[in-house]
């Protein structure tokens, strides 16, 4: 039975010591293993994959051994549970329901929430529920709500939102604080607003790319997961251009969910930490 350990603290002498010495005392084969110390932070993150039978006590003899308010958790290799939000857009959703579907993904996308229908048949193709919550005469609040709820149930890990086009309030990122990925063009902050691809034809740019990240409060600001670009030339019309982004926006999407779930990230900040 393989299970992954993740662990972050304060930074101390001899922490890998530690949770590799009592791994050692519960008879835990260690497979692999990753640590990172941020030394302006002083803050130490380790990911460790081990096989054997974990007893319950543990981690609470773990923590024993760590500084105090050490974060500490066991992941066993069942799927990541996510939730996807949507909009219109169907590419960033196709290309996560098309992976799961190949069983390229570590991950069970358990329903899609989108504020318009326009991908109902996408979600039904692949046999994944699709509930339609929309936002008319409802305000930022209200809508927040109701889709959180329907999120609530579910009961998810991860919530992915697969271009969902619309700016989530405060109270709703505090409810899901550090399980919401976004994706976006990296354009931002350069080129903001309608057309982005367009605007980039314009200034006659040469490279396109997406970036993937955990929203906070700031719009388009949260700790950078992934990004990935593509180059164009000049023979490249903006329609070009915005499909090229389209398939950059769908690959680092697809890697960022992934690496959430094999546990491979960690939110240090407002930047992160990211074991290949």
Same mark, same amino acid.
């Given at each position: 039975?393989?299970?992954?350990?993740?662990?972050?603290?304060?930074?101390?002498?001899?922490?890998?010591?530690?949770?590799?010495?009592?791994?050692?005392?519960?008879?835990?084969?260690?497979?692999?293993?990753?640590?990172?110390?941020?030394?302006?932070?002083?803050?130490?993150?380790?990911?460790?994959?081990?096989?054997?039978?974990?007893?319950?006590?543990?981690?609470?003899?773990?923590?024993?051994?760590?500084?105090?308010?050490?974060?500490?958790?066991?992941?066993?290799?069942?799927?990541?549970?996510?939730?996807?939000?949507?909009?219109?857009?169907?590419?960033?959703?196709?290309?996560?329901?098309?992976?799961?579907?190949?069983?390229?993904?570590? @991950?069970?996308?358990?329903?899609?929430?989108?504020?318009? !229908? /326009?991908? $109902?048949?996408?979600? =039904?193709?692949? *046999?994944?529920?699709?509930?339609?919550?929309?936002?008319?005469?409802?305000?930022?609040?209200?809508?927040?709500?109701?889709?959180?709820?329907?999120?609530?149930?579910?009961?998810?890990?991860?919530?992915?939102?697969?271009?969902?086009?619309?700016?989530?309030?405060?109270?709703?990122?505090?409810?899901?604080?550090?399980?919401?990925?976004?994706?976006?063009?990296?354009?931002?902050?350069?080129?903001?607003?309608?057309?982005?691809?367009?605007?980039?034809?314009?200034?006659?740019?040469?490279?396109?790319?997406?970036?993937?990240?955990?929203?906070?409060?700031?719009?388009?600001?949260?700790?950078? @997961?992934?990004?990935?670009?593509?180059?164009?030339?000049? !023979? /490249?019309? $903006?329609?070009?251009? =915005?499909?090229? *982004?389209?398939?950059?926006?769908?690959?680092?999407?697809?890697?960022?969910?992934?690496?959430?779930?094999?546990?491979?990230?960690?939110?240090?900040?407002?930047?992160?930490?990211?074991?290949?």
């Amino acid at each position: 039975m393989n299970t992954i350990l993740t662990t972050q603290c304060d930074d101390d002498v001899g922490l890998i010591a530690k949770i590799t010495g009592l791994c050692h005392q519960h008879n835990l084969n260690i497979t692999r293993n990753n640590e990172f110390v941020d030394k302006d932070a002083k803050r130490f993150f380790m990911r460790t994959e081990l096989s054997g039978v974990i007893s319950e006590d543990f981690l609470p003899s773990l923590a024993e051994l760590l500084p105090d308010g050490a974060e500490l958790a066991l992941h066993s290799s069942e799927k990541t549970k996510v939730v996807l939000l949507a909009t219109k857009e169907a590419h960033c959703l196709g290309g996560v329901l098309l992976k799961q579907f190949e069983k390229a993904l570590n @991950i069970e996308v358990l329903a899609v929430i989108a504020n318009y !229908a /326009d991908l $109902a048949p996408l979600a =039904a193709g692949f *046999g994944v529920p699709f509930h339609v919550v929309s936002h008319e005469g409802l305000s930022r609040a209200e809508h927040d709500q109701q889709v959180g709820d329907l999120i609530a149930s579910y009961q998810p890990d991860i919530i992915g939102l697969a271009k969902y086009m619309r700016i989530l309030s405060p109270e709703f990122v505090a409810r899901f604080e550090g399980k919401i990925i976004n994706i976006h063009h990296s354009f931002l902050p350069a080129f903001i607003g309608a057309k982005p691809y367009h605007q980039a034809f314009e200034r006659g740019v040469k490279i396109i790319g997406a970036t993937a990240h955990f929203v906070n409060n700031e719009l388009d600001e949260g700790p950078i @997961i992934l990004q990935d670009v593509t180059h164009v030339s000049h !023979a /490249d019309t $903006a329609e070009m251009m =915005a499909k090229m *982004g389209k398939d950059v926006e769908k690959t680092v999407f697809c890697k960022a969910l992934q690496l959430a779930s094999e546990h491979k990230l960690f939110i240090n900040g407002n930047r992160t930490v990211v074991f290949a």
